[in-house]
């Protein structure tokens, strides 16, 4: 069965999308301060948290693919959905970075020519001209393409398998599966080592003096578990508008595990990256955490309580994973503080003292962006069946229990 808009269903998107960006103009006109820089940085917060959500749908898909697991098979549909926005995200992103490399905003301080030059002792900075091998203009663009390449043709690859294998039967179905899988052990490993570095590169550059072996990781946890609360959400708002009718409660309380257990994940690297430089108090790594302690307390610990103690207290019975309504409400909390998240990564090292706080002009622009996933999402998921036809292990996903 596909999946069709309902009548009403585009015109309030579409005025979501209005509205939020209405409320961006109103907050961009109301900002007294630096509203030029704190616009672009806003757009790079959103921008990089529903690309990441993109990017931890497509992870998630190729491991199941990859491990050949049966449960996951009646909702693969619905991260095919989430991957439809990668396209918008990438040149989202890339609007961002381009405006930095043109000089329209400064959220990228390194990409200044002037500090890599020691007969200008007044803007040299030693530090960040240590790093030019890796932080210069050029190889930056060349690793940018590289990821939102490698991601884009890789999801679009994976989408048209999925759909020629609904035409096939037979010896032809068990090649393309198997193809599938072998392509899919394969983009773990390009997203292993691209997850990471693009995380050095669009987010941890910011702060150019600062760097964290564990950022990556703790970046890619994020994305992971927004997905995942993203595609649990589209599920059960599926099946209350009558499809997937064979997705039961072993499917929903399976990815309800997901979230909760990636969400461990997260805090466990939160944790682990703050514990770490605090303890170790060397003053070129404690200043990250400074700035974000002394001038912005409620974002640092806010962030950490709704993203680590919500899905612990909440989400830790079965029942609760098994709750349509309890389970979107949890996550949708979980999925605001993941947005918030980003705020704390970007906004203090792109701002410095001109940021005061999620006013107004972030809200708009969450909801705009938000508009526009929503949309494209379901719209992606009307172009096909939203249940695959006939993958190998459709049978067992079916008869799911736990």
């Known amino acids: 069965m596909n999946f069709s808009f309902s009548k009403r269903a585009p015109k309030v998107l579409m005025g979501v999308i209005a509205l939020g960006a209405a409320a961006t103009l109103v907050g961009i006109m109301g900002d007294h301060t630096d509203h030029h820089q704190r616009t672009w940085a806003s757009l790079l917060v959103n921008a990089f948290f529903f690309l990441g959500i993109t990017l931890g749908a497509l992870f998630f898909y190729s491991l199941q693919n990859a491990t050949e697991t049966a449960w996951s098979v009646l909702v693969k549909r619905v991260f095919e959905g989430i991957m439809g926005f990668l396209p918008i995200g990438a040149i989202a992103m890339i609007v961002v970075l381009a405006a930095g490399s043109l000089g329209l905003h400064h959220i990228y301080h390194w990409m200044d020519t002037k500090l890599y030059d020691p007969s200008d002792p007044e803007h040299y900075d030693a530090i960040i001209a240590g790093k030019e091998a890796f932080l210069n203009q ?74 964290s072996t564990l950022y990556g990781w703790y970046a890619f946890s994020g994305m992971w578990v927004s997905a995942m609360i993203s595609g649990v959400i589209l599920v059960l708002y599926l099946k209350r508008k009558g499809y997937l009718p064979q997705v039961n409660n072993s499917h929903i309380q399976d990815m309800g595990k997901w979230v909760f257990a990636i969400s461990f994940l997260w805090s466990y690297l939160y944790f682990s990256q703050f ?10 790594e404690v200043t990250y955490f400074q700035t974000r302690i002394n001038e912005h307390p409620g974002l640092m610990w806010g962030t950490f309580f709704i993203n680590f103690a919500v899905p612990m207290v909440l989400l830790m019975s079965r029942d609760a994973k098994r709750n349509p309504r309890f389970l979107i409400g949890v996550g949708s909390v979980i999925f605001v503080g993941h947005w918030l998240d980003v705020n704390m990564m970007v906004m203090p090292g792109a701002l410095g003292h001109h940021f005061h706080g999620i006013g107004l002009l972030e809200i708009g622009m969450f909801v705009t962006f938000l508009g526009a996933f929503i949309y494209t999402v379901l719209n992606t998921l009307t172009k096909a069946p939203l249940t695959p036809v006939n993958h190998p292990y459709l049978e067992e996903s079916v008869h799911h229990q736990i």
């Open 138 to 211: 050029r190889f930056f663009w060349v690793r940018t393409i590289a990821y939102l390449a490698t991601f884009i043709l890789f999801a679009r690859w994976f989408r048209s398998k999925s759909l020629e294998m609904d035409r096939m039967s037979g010896d032809t179905l068990v090649r393309t599966h198997l193809l599938v899988y072998r392509r899919s052990a394969l983009f773990l490993v390009f997203f292993a080592v691209f997850s990471s570095i693009l995380a050095w590169d669009w987010l941890m550059s910011i702060d150019a003096h600062w760097f």
């Open 275 to 284: 514990m770490l430089i605090w303890y170790s108090n060397i003053p070129e």
